[in-house]
């Protein structure tokens, strides 16, 4: 199909691509490679508080940041609340009324119902901790004015359709990460093994863990808690089919790369099944969509409930070694045409390293170093993390990019 045929072809709807923003700078990226959307969290409220999360101040920018780039902020108020929990909920609210994100993601009832009655201008999703798997569900959480639901991860793709169709809701279900094995992420273990409540945002991961069963005298050492990780660039086909609006991805608290390659991945698998959905099982191998996806830090990759019900072979039963073949070492901070990139080296890299840059679209390219120049102009061997380099000019290049190298095995 050429480009005049696409123009004029009504194409199916294109669901969200909804990436992670862990940090301020992570949101930056994450805009950059093509989400639609970005969600994080303040300081309270949310389910990771071990990750960097946002003050005021950055969320204010990042909004702004966002916004001006035509990209969307959601923001999780995602754990569930204890009487001690609402104290500054009220001043939250309202701040983040008045810097206009773009709804809020929420698990608690007593929350939910909060803001339907008080901030009337703050749109709610509803977190897929609140565990909404069928359509009475949604109906109920509907009544009480949420706007999308992000389905539980026990919901298959055929079960979301039917979702979709009777609710007439907005429907968001996670497209790739890490997943936890507790139902709807409803875990106590931390609680037991860490005294860190896992459901307002203690969680240690501790199914990842290795235990001992004992049986009949035996004991095995296991780690059958352990989920492999989600991926769903092969059933994109069944996100469109089902109408989903918002493919999610995990992972607040990875690294940039991460959150780069998957942003720019799905984004565009999903454009090129919108546009040529007959082509796109040539088009994912052409294009490596799936060898990209194992270039960063990883467990073994899992459909989940995708398709159907997850069984077994979803368990990671192995020690906590995920595998990747590329690290990130640094970010395009400005390019002077034709002569150098300026970059703000994140990992050493050295006089003789090939390097790779990773665009915002298309394939990355390689660039071999054979000179490296501070920021003043004189040459260095190697660089220092948290440094400011000049390396060579590359066409692809612009700023904002990602550089990565391959680990050596």
Not at 75 to 92: I, P, T
Not at 118 to 126: G, M, R, T, W
Request: net charge neutral; charged share 25%.
């Amino acid at each position: 199909m050429d480009s005049l045929e696409v123009a004029f072809k009504k194409l199916p709807q294109r669901p969200e691509v909804l990436a992670p923003a862990g940090s301020l700078s992570k949101l930056k990226v994450a805009v950059h490679y093509g989400a639609d959307a970005v969600y994080l969290g303040g300081q309270k409220f949310g389910l990771r508080a071990a990750s960097e999360n946002f003050t005021n101040s950055e969320l204010q920018e990042g909004v702004k940041y966002a916004h001006a780039r035509k990209s969307k902020v959601y923001v999780v108020l995602n754990s569930f609340f204890h009487r001690q929990d609402f104290e500054g909920l009220d001043e939250f609210l309202t701040f983040l009324s008045d810097i206009k994100v773009d709804a809020v993601i929420v698990s608690d009832l007593g929350v939910v119902d909060f803001i339907s009655q008080n901030y009337k201008s703050l749109v709610i999703h509803l977190s897929t901790q609140a565990s909404c798997l069928n359509v009475s569900s949604a109906l109920f959480w509907k009544e009480r004015g949420v706007k999308r639901i992000v389905l539980g991860r026990e919901v298959t793709l055929n079960e979301a359709k039917i979702i979709k169709e009777k609710t007439k809701l907005e429907i968001e279900m996670f497209i790739h990460g890490s997943m936890c094995m507790s139902y709807s992420g409803h875990c106590v273990i931390s609680n037991y093994t860490q005294g860190r409540d896992s459901n307002r945002g203690g969680c240690a991961h501790s199914c990842r863990f290795e235990y001992k069963l004992k049986n009949n005298g035996q004991e095995i050492s296991t780690y059958f808690m352990s989920s492999k990780d989600l991926e769903g660039v092969d059933v994109i086909p069944h996100f469109f089919d089902a109408g989903i609006d918002s493919v999610k991805i995990e992972g607040r608290m990875k690294g940039p790369l991460y959150a780069a390659t998957t942003t720019k991945i799905y984004r565009e698998a999903l454009e090129c099944y919108q546009q040529n959905p007959t082509e796109f099982v040539k088009l994912k191998k052409e294009k490596g969509w799936t060898e990209e996806l194992n270039k960063f830090s990883h467990r073994d990759y899992t459909n989940g409930s995708l398709i159907g019900p997850a069984d077994i072979s979803s368990i990671y039963n192995k020690r906590e070694s995920e595998e990747k073949t590329f690290d990130a070492i640094g970010t395009v901070l400005e390019i002077k045409e034709g002569q150098y990139l300026l970059i703000e080296v994140r990992n050493k890299f050295s006089c003789g390293e090939t390097l790779e840059i990773l665009p915002f679209r298309g394939k990355s390219e390689k660039i071999y170093l054979d000179k490296i120049l501070s920021a003043s102009g004189s040459e260095i061997e190697s660089t220092k993390p948290g440094s400011v380099v000049r390396i060579p000019y590359v066409k692809c290049a612009s700023p904002h990019v990602i550089l990565r190298r391959e680990v050596l095995q």
